[in-house]
Nanobody
Framework: QVQLAESGGGLVQPGGSLRLSCAAS????????MGWYRQAPGTQRELVAH???????IYSDAVKGRFTISRDNDKNTVVLQMNSLNPEDTAVYLC????????????????WGQGVQVTVSS
């Protein structure tokens, strides 16, 4: 059973920064990708950034140059550093984990966290 524990959301003024963290538990040996999506009211869920098992990263055009995703010392934790936030970044941010190995058993499953609210407002 995989669980994703998210932390770090909140209210910040335009131009400010926030740091989101997501820790995956459940005897995971390795994964394909781990990262963040976001969803604002009335919009579709969109990719923000993800970290691949080989160390590669992908960012949406909307956040490129402002957000940085990295893997924490705990191999199953990723951190999203968000800088130069603007009101358009306001959304629920959801952690996701895709493709998981438990030992030599692979599950091509996408797991989701509960989400954390990020609000950028003056």
């Amino acid at each position: 059973q995989v669980q994703l524990a998210e932390s770090g959301g909140g209210l910040v003024q335009p131009g400010g920064s926030l740091r989101l963290s997501c820790a995956a538990s459940g005897s995971i040996d390795r994964f394909n990708t781990m990262g963040w999506y976001r969803q604002a009211p009335g919009t579709q869920r969109e990719l923000v950034a993800h970290y691949s098992r080989g160390g590669g990263t992908i960012y949406s055009d909307a956040v490129k140059g402002r957000f940085t995703i990295s893997r924490d010392n705990d191999k199953n934790t990723v951190v999203l550093q968000m800088n130069s936030l603007n009101p358009e970044d306001t959304a629920v941010y959801l952690c996701t984990l895709n493709g998981v190995w438990f030992g030599d058993r692979f599950f091509n499953t996408q797991y989701w966290g509960q989400g954390v609210q990020v609000t950028v407002s003056s």
